[in-house]
């Protein structure tokens, strides 16, 4: 249970792309907002190279996914949406300085309880989700004398793979193109060890809603419309953190979450 002195403080999610805040900690940023925190959600781009033809910039789909985001961010509960115009699949190396000045301005401005990004692995080795994880660290580490505390989201190795068989065993048939053409073996796979596990059980429907308003990038068919509700729960029912190793008196956050 989240102790009094963090209701209406405001708790900032950094991503690359609209649905990663789904996929990778959903439920936890439903579980804060219910809480009594006030979540806010950047994305640095579009996500308009997102396609399922390649990596072709497509302005159109650009527009597509920042109407999925606001959808899946009221799913969620998200009070607040920030959808940058950083080139997709170049956030790594193309505007660096802006987007570290923009972070920068946000943590001094919001002043948040948390802040929380990807890992070093970016999930899954995504070079856009490795380069918001490096602006994010190096923007918490010079936002001021008290930083806020940094969490790094992962994923379990073994838990895509094990989403992705359960839906095959179901009658569901992996792309030839696509964010599902993935190795699922790939998410998790050279992950930090997670040092916090916060039980989303309960908040498993809202992720599930949030995950199915980005339409774009879930295809025609996708693993989660093979996973009943027991399933969905099982594999979808905790996520993983582990904290950033930044000297800070600041009171943690998500350790009160944990299991």
């Not at 805040?21 to 907002?33: I, K, Q, V, Y």
């Not at 199915?212 to 993983?240: N, T, V, W």
Request: charged share 20%.
């Amino acid at each position: 249970m989240i102790t009094s002195a963090f209701i209406g403080r405001t708790v900032l999610a950094v991503f690359a792309h609209p649905d990663d805040e789904s996929l990778s900690c959903g439920g936890t940023l439903a579980r804060l907002a219910d809480d009594g925190l006030r979540v806010v959600v950047v994305t640095a781009s579009h996500g308009e190279r997102g396609g399922t033809d390649g990596p072709v910039h497509d302005p159109a789909l650009g527009d597509i996914r920042a109407r999925e985001m606001r959808a899946a961010a009221e799913a969620l509960g998200i009070a607040g949406l920030i959808i940058g115009d950083h080139p997709d699949g170049e956030l790594r190396w193309a505007h660096v300085g802006e987007l570290h000045a923009e972070l920068t301005a946000l943590i001094r401005h919001h002043q948040p309880a948390a802040v929380i990004t990807f890992g070093a692995d970016g999930l899954y080795w995504h070079a856009d989700h490795i380069g918001v994880y490096e602006r994010t660290l190096m923007a918490v580490q010079v936002s001021g004398a008290e930083p806020p505390p940094l969490y790094h989201v992962t994923m379990q190795r073994g838990v895509m793979p094990e989403i992705v068989n359960a839906a095959k065993r179901r009658g569901w048939m992996p792309p030839q193109k696509g964010f599902w053409s993935l190795i699922p073996e790939s998410f998790g796979i050279a992950a930090e060890p997670p040092t916090l596990t916060v039980d989303v059980g309960d908040w498993v429907p809202r992720k599930m809603r949030a995950l199915l308003c980005h339409k774009s990038q879930l295809g025609e068919q996708h693993p989660f419309e093979f996973l009943p509700p027991a399933d969905a729960r099982r594999l979808l029912g905790c996520e993983y953190f582990h904290r950033a190793n930044i000297p800070t008196t600041a009171p943690p956050l998500l350790e009160q979450l944990c299991t």
